[in-house]
């Protein structure tokens, strides 16, 4: 039996070299797939990438959002619930709204108020409050009424709700407190407290960002400056917007262009920009005219503006808007995954979930 078998297997590779010889002699050229992250891209201004994405958790979800701690938060019908990495629903689809795992819990709107569930869908604090927060180090802010204070793991108030307002960070799971300290508005003014809720920088600032590499960006008469942790001005407030510090540089707007300051205050990228992001992965986003495109440290376009949108790296790989449809870039400014998306999200966790006509799934990484 093997050596009949090792008999057909010659004759049919014989049959399958002569057919392939064939094929080249009428001029019937073979097409041999290339990997996208290996193209060759020097007569095309995108290089080859993947097009009928194979789904690692198929898309039949309503809507969905970045794996955190390995669940991801998904929308079945008009309810959220979660799934793991195999798209299992290990958490039912209960709940009017969810936020992501962080620090063990999810806060979850049920009822109309928000709560935190554990991950195997149990409530730790009963939906009681008005607004949620990320659990960063054991706290998360929490709004009552019209004030917001603070509550720990147990949902116990440890800093009293007496604020006017929680300063946003619009980060991917970032919770009130970074680095020990959170802004507070009191008024019409803002200040940062500790997590004993103790005021450590007094109530002063028009406007805050939070604390990053050891300063926050905050407005005095309408002008950005930079203070350190103990609320002294590290920068002078000189910009008309600033960001927060990340890789040692942040982007700043002087007049209508953006450009990069150091953490001496020093210009060391020119503003030139129509918009800046700060640096992550080593680039940052910046937009010329109508377009986006990327720079490394130096200020050196590394990626030519030529994307409708596009968001900063993560895991390797950003989001970008080719018409209207979204794909994701690598380093080199190749396309990774081609633009067929209406909607994407970040990778996280080595998966990013994704739309096309309401329906979103999850695909993995290719790097």
């Not at 970032?174 to 103790?198: D, P, Q």
């Not at 590499?213 to 309408?222: E, F, I, Q, T």
């Not at 794909?327 to 080199?332: Q, T």
């Amino acid at each position: 039996m093997y050596i009949m078998a090792r008999k057909i297997r010659q004759i049919l590779l014989k049959r399958l070299q002569w057919a392939i010889t064939t094929l080249v002699v009428v001029g019937m050229p073979i097409v041999i797939p290339l990997s996208p992250t290996l193209a060759n891209t020097a007569n095309s201004s995108f290089a080859p990438s993947i097009k009928n994405i194979r789904y690692r958790i198929p898309a039949k979800f309503n809507n969905g959002s970045e794996f955190s701690e390995g669940l991801a938060p998904v929308k079945i019908g008009k309810k959220y619930g979660f799934i793991n990495k195999g798209g299992k629903l290990v958490i039912q689809a209960n709940f009017d709204e969810v936020w992501a795992f962080s620090d063990g819990l999810a806060a979850v709107k049920f009822d109309s108020k928000w709560g935190y569930i554990n991950k195997r869908g149990r409530f730790i604090i009963q939906p009681q409050f008005d607004e949620p927060d990320f659990f960063d180090d054991g706290l998360a802010s929490i709004k009552v009424g019209n004030k917001y204070g603070f509550i720990n793991k147990k949902g116990k108030l440890v800093i009293q709700p007496k604020f006017d307002a929680i300063a946003s960070h619009n980060f991917v799971n970032a919770s009130s407190f970074t680095e020990g300290l959170a802004s507070v508005k009191m008024g019409e003014k803002y200040g940062f407290i500790n997590k004993k809720g103790e005021l450590t920088i007094p109530v002063q600032f028009e406007e805050t960002s939070f604390f990053k590499d050891g300063l926050a960006a905050v407005k005095v008469d309408g002008k950005w400056g930079f203070i350190n942790k103990q609320g002294k001005f590290a920068i002078q407030p000189q910009y008309d917007s600033a960001n927060f510090f990340r890789e040692e540089l942040t982007s700043v707007k002087i007049g209508e262009k953006y450009g990069f300051i150091n953490k001496q205050g020093k210009l060391v990228i020119a503003a030139k920009f129509d918009a800046a992001t700060p640096f992550q992965e080593n680039l940052a986003r910046v937009k010329i005219s109508e377009k986006y495109g990327y720079i490394n440290h130096k200020g050196d376009l590394v990626i030519e503006p030529k994307f409708a949108d596009a968001t900063v790296f993560y895991e390797g790989l950003a989001q970008v808007k080719v018409a209207s449809k979204w794909g994701y870039i690598n380093k080199n400014g190749e396309l990774v995954i081609e633009p067929q998306f209406d909607e994407v999200k970040p990778f996280s966790e080595g998966l990013a979930n994704v739309c096309i006509s309401n329906k979103c799934g999850f695909i993995r990484n290719p790097l």
